[in-house]
């Protein structure tokens, strides 16, 4: 992972307090600096007024590569820089300027995010309980405009066949009384301020500054939080870099496929929560469903998948694409039924086992109550009397201590034991038993897929039962791209690639080698994994005609790397056999726009669009809720995506 400019932190600080000198470069940011009278959004904000000034290229710059160790930059000290604006970190925002509130001690916050804004890159479709935000804001429901405004009304679970389901009870963990059901993109909204995006800009394809170049900001902070979320970019590099995992388990992901629908009014039940498992997944393969009736006659639905899966010919969108045409899902759908929203996200599924140092357990509530601990010990820290050394050990002690450290101990062994002998059946029975009966309290702790990686997992093709998917049947089941132009997702195409196949021992530089290499491994012996498995259609294994690509292709194919369809999911990094495809932050502000517009009051939602290049704003009916995103983005990634040799290849085998 290439590591970015615009954030350079003066130490990484790990649980123990080891202070460890470290340069932090490339990151193309969002930046928000955080109100001093934080509260939901609803007070004074004081913004943290910082001077830019703009580097123009000159002729000679132009046709030089760029060195960003080597580029003249704005830089500002603070106290703590956070990365990530998802529940974690801005709690963690929130929580230190309210101890600087009670102690009268000023200090410095920003935090940085890479989407266009916040919540522009959480998918989450969440059940949220409240714990964490009650001790945090006492009386967030006070506020009107705060977004948690459909409370669960019943929580149920159902197994799957085929052609049936029937409920199966459920664990207590996850009873929703008193929870809330939102788009997570709506609730970090809520909880964002007015602040000052600042990138390293104007860097063409091939690493050369254009007209527009002007280069990213320092940022030089006393304690640096890290809060980016499932396989964080900055967070992988610090695992590894310091050895944060080295007593723990490898970290296990899910990957969560999403849609969100309006359905018809007579489909709509508010408040219901349902959970699935079993079809149309096998008895190998550990995952289940979702449907949660949200706000505003708006459904989010969706299924996970484990990445520990086996079969490399398994499509997590085409499963999900099957899922609905089961009579249940079928009839959810039906009538005055419209798709408004898709995405698709890896999700920490290793639970206490896999927790390292430095990191933030999974769950919107624990990720919350993490960044307000982390919070409370660098606030402890730097406004310490000893000014020479930074020590967040606290932070570890406090989070034993924690409510979060209780639950998660609690269901430590429910996802390892779907990986025993038992297999998925016994693993629901075991399941059962220890949430009902145990609740956790066993002297055993199941380890995570024997300790090894969920790529280790995927057998060679040769192996496994090709899986044939029925074609789409719109509009209840679509191709890829059409699914994709929801999302929003843009990137400049002039712009160094943010996806390559390179590992850390090929060095700076992609290789043609290792590109052959990777398409020989993936095709000749994985049936070109990624291909199906991307939920945006980056990956394609296509025929080298006339063996153009040399030594980059294989047996007469070749990889191409469509990187402006990329949603940020992240799959691509865990699940390669080859552990080979690096993920690197690209220019700030692109990637996807997961945001759904909903008004609290009225008749009418507003929808921002853009034809022609010329803004505008109009209404439509609440019914008929769509993405925040321009016209214009979405028309651009139809258009970019229908190059591709997927789109034509999808469009004709459903026809």
Not at 144 to 155: G, R, V
Not at 302 to 312: F, I, S, W
Not at 486 to 515: F, M, Y
Not at 519 to 533: K, S
Request: positive net charge; proline residues 6%.
């Amino acid at each position: 992972m290439a590591v970015g400019d615009s954030v350079r932190p003066r130490s990484f600080t790990s649980a123990r307090g080891t202070r460890t000198r470290s340069a932090v470069s490339g990151v193309p940011v969002t930046f928000t600096s955080v109100a001093r009278d934080f509260a939901i959004a609803s007070t004074r904000s004081v913004l943290t007024r910082v001077s830019t000034r703009a580097i123009q290229s000159s002729a000679r710059r132009r046709n030089e590569n760029i060195d960003p160790n080597s580029i003249e930059r704005v830089s500002d000290d603070v106290d703590v820089c956070i990365v990530g604006g998802g529940p974690a970190g801005l709690s963690a925002a929130i929580r230190l300027k309210q101890l600087e509130q009670e102690s009268g001690k000023e200090v410095r916050v920003v935090v940085i995010e890479k989407g266009s804004e916040i919540g522009a890159h959480i998918l989450s479709g969440a059940v949220i309980e409240p714990r964490a935000l009650n001790e945090l804001i006492p009386n967030w429901r006070d506020k009107d405009d705060h977004p948690l405004t459909q409370p669960a009304s019943s929580s149920s679970m159902r197994f799957f066949t085929p052609r049936y389901s029937f409920p199966i009870p459920h664990p207590p963990q996850m009873g929703n009384k008193g929870n809330y059901i939102v788009s997570l993109s709506q609730f970090a909204d809520g909880h964002a301020v007015a602040g000052v995006r600042l990138n390293d800009v104007g860097i063409d394809r091939k690493g050369r500054a254009k007209d527009t170049f002007e280069p990213g900001m320092e940022f030089r902070a006393k304690v640096t939080l890290l809060a980016e979320g499932a396989r964080g970019s900055l967070t992988k590099t610090a695992i590894r870099r310091f050895k944060l995992q080295r007593d723990s388990d490898p970290q296990t992901y899910g990957f969560g496929v999403k849609e969100v629908w309006q359905v018809d009014p007579k489909q709509y039940r508010p408040g219901e929560v349902i959970h699935t498992m079993g079809w149309p997944l096998d008895k190998h393969t550990y995952g289940g469903g979702w449907v949660y009736h949200m706000a505003d006659g708006l459904v989010s639905l969706g299924l996970v998948v484990g990445l520990d899966y086996a079969n490399p010919y398994l499509s997590p969108y085409r499963e999900l694409q099957r899922m609905k045409h089961h009579s249940y899902f079928a009839k959810l759908l039906s009538g005055d039924s419209t798709r408004v929203a898709y995405g698709a996200r890896t999700l920490n599924e290793g639970g206490l086992q896999s927790v390292p140092k430095l990191h933030f357990p999974g769950g919107t509530h624990n990720a919350m109550k993490t960044g307000m601990l982390a919070a409370e010990a660098a606030f402890d820290a730097i406004t310490a009397d000893n000014s020479t050394s930074i020590d967040m050990s606290a932070y570890e002690k406090a989070f034993r201590e924690s409510w979060v450290y209780s639950d998660l101990h609690e269901v430590r062994n429910l996802r390892p034991s779907f990986n025993t002998p038992l297999g998925i059946y016994g693993g629901i029975a075991y399941s059962g038993i220890d949430t009902l009966l145990l609740k956790g309290r066993t002297p055993w702790t199941f380890r995570n897929s024997s300790r090894t990686t969920d790529a280790a997992h995927t057998r060679k093709a040769s192996q496994c039962t090709p899986i044939e998917y029925p074609p789409p049947q719109p509009p209840l089941s679509t191709d890829l791209m059409t699914a994709l132009a929801l999302t929003g997702t843009n990137h400049a195409e002039d712009q160094p690639a943010h996806l390559r196949v390179r590992t850390e021992e090929d060095g700076p530089a992609e290789t043609s080698e290792r590109r052959g290499e990777h398409v020989r491994v993936n095709v000749q012996e994985y049936a070109g994994l990624l291909g199906r498995a991307c939920p945006a259609g980056v990956y394609e294994y296509v025929e080298d005609e006339g063996g153009s690509s040399g030594v980059e292709g294989w047996g007469g194919k070749k990889l191409v790397i469509n990187a402006q369809n990329c949603i940020h999911c992240k799959l691509c990094d865990v699940k390669v056999p080859t552990q080979d495809i690096q993920w690197t932050v690209p220019e700030g502000g692109g990637g996807p726009k997961y945001r759904l517009v909903a008004s609290p009051k009225g008749d009418e939602v507003g929808v921002q669009r853009s034809s022609d290049g010329v803004s505008a704003k109009q209404s439509v009916p609440r019914h008929k809720a769509l993405l925040a995103v321009p016209l214009s983005q979405i028309v651009e990634s139809q258009r970019l995506a229908r190059q591709s040799p997927r789109w034509k290849a999808e469009r004709r085998y459903t026809r």
